[in-house]
């Protein structure tokens, strides 16, 4: 217990705990700025308390946090009221030294927060685990829809070269019908030719998604090779009766890989070809684009597919039912797509497709801006 001067809160009397609690022993001299508010390490909390009494108020079980004269830290839960002593206003203080109850209290604090941090660490590492585990399933999923649809597209060509060469081994029909044994090689020539651009494409896809394909970098310029492109595929148009238009701007150039950009090329103007009705319109365009990417653009006419037919085309083998039926029976491979999406990414660019039913499909292959230069 301790008696002090309200107004200053300098000491009156104390008994021999309270000495001990502040180290302010018998025979010592308090100094002259030493106070009880001088003790409190929060001021805001001290001016609180000093107008609660001046109001006449008690205050009851308080935890406090005070200061020793050797400037340690004690905690104590303190009640106080006002009295007279000696004809001036004076505080009865009383106090419970609750160091040790605080100093657990905080250890048990810092326990329940390393627990927490513990608890979301672990949680963290439980949700990593199982984002690894989700993208191994859909990984094993994904090879095995592959290696499953790899087989269909390499069985169903070798079937039909082994079956027509049967037929042309035993002279099924006889030795006069010579020119149906010819229609069955040309047969056999096609399903030939089927399997080993399904090979090479095959290859082509597994080279890029290993990181083993390096690009071959050069200045290109761009509407000298998109025309070489359509030259080569003229005859396909022109047996279906299509037309193309080019919007070629003469003075871009292209820091690019010309192999991999005629492929990517060649890929989307068949597949825009093949499945543009017959008489049907494609347009090949480039252009600069206002963040200076250059951007080669192939639109066509034909059926067009949804967003989830996109999602389908875009996925190695996937051949949407309704563009699958393409001009001439030939639907190519399934790998096309995804080929050129990976490819124009190597070259750290985007793939950019917009396709509504009915009304045809434009493919986007935009270039980023360190690839254009100037020629």
């Known amino acids: 217990m301790m008696v002090c001067h309200r107004p200053s809160g300098a000491i009156v009397s104390t008994n021999l705990a309270a000495r001990e609690l502040f180290q302010l022993f018998l025979g010592d001299s308090v100094p002259a700025d030493w106070s ?53 206003p004076a505080v009865v203080v009383t106090f419970a ?40 399933e859909e990984a094993n999923r994904a090879k095995s829809t592959f290696l499953t649809e790899m087989s269909h597209e390499l069985r169903s060509p070798l079937n039909a070269i082994l079956g027509f060469a049967e037929i ?23 399903a030939g030719s089927h399997l080993l651009a399904l090979i090479n494409d ?6 890029i998604e290993s990181g083993k394909v390096t690009l071959d970098l050069e200045s290109l310029n761009a509407a ?15 047996r279906r009766s299509q037309t193309i238009s080019l919007a070629l701007d003469e003075t871009l150039t292209l ?17 825009a070809a093949k499945f543009a009705p017959a008489g049907g319109q494609i347009r090949l365009s480039v252009q600069r684009l206002d963040d200076d990417c250059l951007a080669i653009i192939v639109s066509d006419n034909g059926s067009g597919m949804t967003s989830e037919e996109i999602s389908i085309a875009l996925q190695p083998f996937g051949q949407i039912g309704r563009r699958g039926e393409a001009q001439d029976g030939d639907s190519g491979t399934g790998l096309g797509l995804p080929i050129v999406k990976s490819l124009i990414e190597l070259h750290g660019g985007r793939f950019v497709i917009d396709s509504v039913p009915e009304r045809g499909t434009t493919i986007a292959l935009v270039f980023p801006a360190p690839a254009v230069a100037a020629p």
């Open 36 to 88: 009880l508010w001088a003790s409190f390490d929060d001021l805001a909390l001290c001016r609180q308390v000093i107008e609660r009494l001046e109001t006449g108020d008690q205050i009851n079980h308080l935890e406090v946090a005070l200061r020793r004269r050797d400037g340690t830290q004690v905690w104590a839960q303190i009640s106080a009221h006002s009295i007279w002593h000696d004809a001036e």
């Open 97 to 136: 030294d609750i160091t040790e109850l605080k100093s657990r209290e905080a250890a048990q604090a810092q326990m329940l927060e390393r627990l927490g941090a513990d608890a979301t660490a672990l949680a963290n590492i439980a949700q990593d685990l199982d984002d690894r585990r989700h993208r191994a």
């Open 168 to 190: 042309i081994r035993d002279r099924h029909f006889g030795d006069e019908v010579v020119d149906r044994y010819a229609e069955y090689a040309g047969m056999i020539h096609a």
């Open 202 to 207: 095959i290859l082509d896809l597994s080279k």
């Open 224 to 238: 000298a090779l998109l025309r070489d492109c359509t030259e080569l595929l003229l005859p396909l148009m022109s």
């Open 255 to 271: 820091w690019a890989d010309r192999r991999r950009v005629r492929q990517m090329i060649l890929n989307l103007l068949s597949n």
